[in-house]
């Protein structure tokens, strides 16, 4: 029984280990500058797990496998409560590795979310609904018009609650699809207008709640063209599987024409844009645009 | 296998314990412990099977209710599966018994969320904090530490009842939400927020997080009446473990008997005892917030809802709540609530171990400090489940870094369990083969949280697969591993009888591989992006390659879940057909093995509290007549034991040096 089940310890851990290393499945491709940080110190953690994991279990299936009882009534286990010198050293070690890791594992976090975004990035508002995203751009005056919840008209495709006769909201556009210019860094403003959101694009490797009151502020900077997938990420209700979005990272020229275009167009560009990109990274595009 | 039934008589050497315990300042050794009137056993039907004072009987009741609330929970967690797997398949069966939430036999997406939440909340609350603390802790703790009953036990009976309660208010979230007949009842439609929306309850998960829990109806189906009953039934179990975790500190406190100090308690003891101190601290702060989130709902308030919150064009007037504020409360009591799950599985599995290793427990003082340690930090680390939620970043890193510590005394743990097995004798038994499941399943589980608990690697990895796959194994199936355990191990001293061996280790295979099945690959899931509760995942094309991991996890689910049907019919029928248990079965040395019949008498000891000599787990102790020696074995007769270990659970240096002195 206890060599059976040293095996089974042993297969599951080979099973599992299999499941990491295969090849078929992992991190969806980087597209944001802070990616090959972040996939690094995944990549770290993953072995010190990975590690740690084998190692017990192969105790412990070394355990079961050796230290069987024979049946004879007669026989004794060692007699022992413990060995103190054993505790410390296997205590300081893995204080040691545990703590290192938590420090360097707070490296992308601080570079992100410890700094502000740099001066003149590229600024969208994100307003998320149950169930829909809404971008906000700022036009070509690179200011936002004002809005109030107040003015929110879904029916009339006022989604932010923008407010018509303000001077600064005459260039404004606002859609339902997230485009950002590759190699400037980009700051988006997070807001929800009625439950908590997130925003989650898995190839950006940045995950940010929305939540209604605040005004969310998160910044990065892309590094290849493409369309992707954006997700809610945080359950909003009945539809949430369903609150989908793209991310639509394009050359700066492209997107410097694209928010140059007047409101009316402007929706219609999105569209063309989309069919443009296929999903995932766009094939033979410079992957650093110039700043 | 032989009886070892033998009254405890109070001898001389007792009297000379009595004095060292006095000495040590144990608050037993006044004497005071003499046979009570009002521990003649009741008489009626009622009181001895219904709304019984004993802490055993109440031990029984919370342990049946945690094993119907795991079957309900389970039952749920399939569901989503068979959703996940086939979507938009037609389920007959679906549509006859929830004919508005599988219209035509296809589960709606608000369905599904309920089952997601109704799920969460069972398992959470009525199986993982219930079973291990107010099951077996109700049972074994008083008997472990030589007690006659819990300190307080009409208190006890009433944090059964009250967790009864608790538990039919959540189950009626179900029918008010299920049913347009009960749905929209006059009550349920003026005092409860209306229901008959064709869920199973909320659909805002276990943690239900405002403003989508606070909102009611507008915010979507499932938010009226049956969030209403959802949250308070919350609050009722707080107030029943508030009640049982009083009891659990004094009994522990000052009922243990002549020379049981705290050193020479079972580890089981100790994790009840920690669980019941985080218990005692946690509920509280979720009772608030609790009463709040009613408020908010019912009374106008705003304490999570800000200003500001548009609905069909139409602005709230609420203003000034954070829904942040709630994170912080549901956290600060949820991340204890993890441990009090997982810490009486970790004392049921030392325990265990120890026992049919036929070996002492390796480092007994460091599990006790281990254990104390994993419950003082886990009060520290609630943050790590916001890292992302909007809260000031510079706190999640202070919050990580403690996460990060919160390991070592978890590998602590787990090396000397390691270390209790080297050099063993194992028996493998059933529940010997459930507690090496737990560690690990506990290994398995724990070692993820070294990637979720960094905030960086949780810019992508949280509120994924990732996360599930990680708790689902340490704090659902190492703990339910660890009750498994439990159960096969006392179910002998709890019935009388012995569970079926060959049943048990039928029901053990299945299952140790199944969950393996399940959750090993859901961290696959999590790594290339998967989003946690999601009804289906037919919208994303990232998520298409994981389709075959999908439908191996859903095959193994149902493997899992089938087996345990066995361990259920084990259950049952040993209850009356199983062969009848000796007082000791297992050999084993601690206070519940000593009662004078078994199942133990009313008073648990017939009137005569033992007197303990020495430390739980002295196993293989050289010369002793047996392998193992009783805690109320008195000195003279277990041979050089006390020269061994001084009549104290420490350690020593290692072992090899004791053989050749003696």
């Known amino acids: 029984m206890g060599r059976a089940l040293g095996v089974l310890i042993w297969l599951l851990t080979i099973g599992s280990v299999w499941l990491f290393v295969n090849g078929r499945w992992w991190l969806p491709p980087y597209i944001s500058e802070h990616g090959p940080a972040y996939d690094r110190q995944f990549l770290i953690t993953i072995i010190v797990v990975g590690i740690s994991f084998v190692a017990a279990q192969v105790g412990l299936g070394i355990a079961v496998w050796r230290y069987g009882s024979r049946g004879d009534r007669r026989e004794r286990a060692v007699y022992s409560h413990g060995n103190n010198r054993l505790e410390i050293v296997w205590t300081a070690i893995t204080a040691l590795i545990f703590i290192t890791l938590g420090l360097m594992g707070q490296r992308v976090w601080a570079q992100l979310h410890l700094n502000e975004a740099p001066a003149g990035a590229t600024k969208v508002h994100v307003v998320a609904q149950q169930f829909q995203w809404n971008f906000h751009y700022p036009g070509a005056d690179k200011t936002f018009g004002r809005t109030d919840p107040a003015l929110v008209k879904d029916a009339e495709l006022n989604f932010v609650g923008l407010d018509e006769q303000d001077a600064n909201a005459k260039d404004d556009q606002v859609v339902t699809t997230l485009a950002v210019p590759v190699g400037r860094p980009i700051e988006l403003t997070l807001q929800s207008k009625d439950v908590t959101h997130d925003l989650f694009v898995p190839e950006l490797r940045y995950k940010q709640d929305v939540v209604p009151g605040m005004a969310i502020k998160m910044h990065f900077t892309l590094t290849k063209e493409g369309r992707f997938e954006l997700a809610c990420a945080e359950l909003c209700g009945q539809l949430h599987y369903k609150m989908k979005s793209y991310l639509i990272a394009l050359p700066a020229n492209v997107y410097d024409e694209l928010v140059a275009l007047p409101q009316a167009q402007f929706q219609g560009r999105i569209t063309q844009l989309i069919k443009e990109y296929p999903m995932g990274i766009k094939q033979g595009a410079a992957t650093t645009a110039a700043r | ?662």
Not at chain 2, 56 to 85: D, E, H, P, W
Not at chain 2, 232 to 260: K, Q
Not at chain 2, 467 to 481: E, N, P, Q, S
Request: hydrophobic letters at 50%; charged letters at 10%.
């Open chain 2, 1 to 662: 296998m032989e009886e070892a039934t033998t009254p405890i008589e109070p001898t001389a050497a007792a009297a000379a314990t009595q004095a060292e315990a006095a000495e040590a300042g144990h608050p037993a050794a006044a004497g005071a412990h003499e046979p009570h009137g009002h521990h003649s056993p009741p008489t009626g039907f009622i009181r001895k099977y219904i709304f019984s004072i004993d802490h055993k009987v109440i031990g029984i009741q919370y342990l049946l209710l945690a094993i119907t609330a795991a079957f309900i929970g389970m039952f749920m967690s399939v569901l989503m599966r068979l959703n996940l797997t086939w979507p938009g398949h037609k389920w007959t069966i679906l549509e006859t018994l929830f004919p508005l939430g599988a219209p035509g036999g296809v589960m709606t997406p608000e369905f599904y969320l309920s089952l997601v939440t109704m799920h969460g909340t069972i398992m959470v609350f009525f199986v993982l904090t219930t079973a291990p603390q107010g099951g077996f802790g109700n049972y074994f703790l008083p008997i472990q530490v030589g007690a006659e009953d819990m300190a307080f036990p009409v208190l006890n009976m009433l944090s059964f009842w009250v967790t009864l309660v608790g538990l039919v208010v959540l189950i009626s979230a179900i029918f008010v939400e299920g049913s347009t007949i009960l749905g929209n009842t006059d009550f349920v439609n003026n005092f409860l927020g209306g229901g008959g929306t064709g869920t199973l309850g909320p659909i805002g998960g276990w943690t239900g997080y405002p403003p989508l829990s606070a909102l009611g109806k507008i915010a979507g189906p499932g938010q009226g009446a049956g969030a209403t009953l959802w949250i308070t039934s919350i609050a009722i179990f707080c107030i029943a473990s508030l009640l049982g975790a009083l009891n659990f500190i004094t009994t522990l406190l000052n009922m243990r008997t002549r020379g049981m100090s705290l050193m020479r308690m079972p580890l089981t003891c100790w994790s009840w005892f920690t669980t019941a101190i985080l218990a005692l601290l946690a509920f509280p702060v979720l009772l608030a917030a609790g009463v709040l989130l009613l408020l908010d709902r019912h009374a106008g308030t705003s304490f999570f809802i800000p200003g500001g919150l548009v609905f069909s064009d139409a602005v709230l007037p609420n203003k000034g709540g954070s829904p942040i504020l709630w994170q912080h409360l549901f956290w600060f009591f949820g991340h204890p609530e993890v441990y009090i799950a997982i810490l009486p599985g970790m004392g049921a599995t030392s325990h265990i171990l120890s026992t049919f290793a036929r070996k002492p427990v390796f480092g007994y003082r460091a599990m006790v400090f281990a254990m104390f340690a994993i419950g003082l930090l886990g009060f520290f680390v609630w943050g790590h489940h916001m890292f992302i939620s909007g809260m000031d970043p510079r706190t999640s890193i202070a919050f990580s870094v403690l996460t990060l510590s919160i390991g070592v005394p978890s590998a602590i743990k787990t090396f000397n369990w390691l270390g209790t097995l080297w050099g063993a004798k194992i028996r493998f038994t059933v529940p010997m083969m459930f507690a090496i499941g737990f560690v690990s399943l506990f290994v398995a589980g724990g070692i993820t949280g070294l990637v979720l608990g960094q905030t960086s690697l949780d810019l992508f990895i949280h509120d994924g697969y990732f996360v599930l796959a990680h708790f689902h194994l340490v704090m659902g199936v190492a703990a339910i591993f660890g009750m498994f355990a439990g159960v096969y191990f006392w179910f002998p001293k709890m019935f009388g009888r012995m569970m079926s061996e060959r049943l048990g280790q039928l029901h053990f295979w299945p299952t140790f591989i199944g969950v393996y099945g399940i959750f090993v690959p859901m961290h696959i899931m999590g790594i290339v992006g998967m989003p946690r509760r999601y009804a289906s995942f037919q919208e994303y094309d990232f998520l298409r390659p994981l389709d075959p991991l999908v439908m191996l996890v859903t095959i193994a689910a149902i493997v899992t879940a089938a087996a345990q049907f066995i361990f259920l019919f084990n259950f049952i029928w040993s209850m009356f057909k199983g062969e009848r248990a000796s007082g000791n079965p297992w050999e084993a040395t601690t206070l519940e093995w000593v009662t004078p019949t078994t199942p133990p008498p009313h008073d648990n000891f017939g009137g005569h509290l033992p007197t303990v000599y020495r430390g739980p787990y002295e196993f293989a102790v050289p010369d002793a007549p047996e392998d193992y020696v009783l805690q109320t074995t008195p000195d003279a007769a277990a041979g050089n034991v006390a020269a061994h270990a001084a009549g104290q659970g420490v350690q020593g240096s290692s072992g090899n040096g004791h053989n050749g002195q003696h």
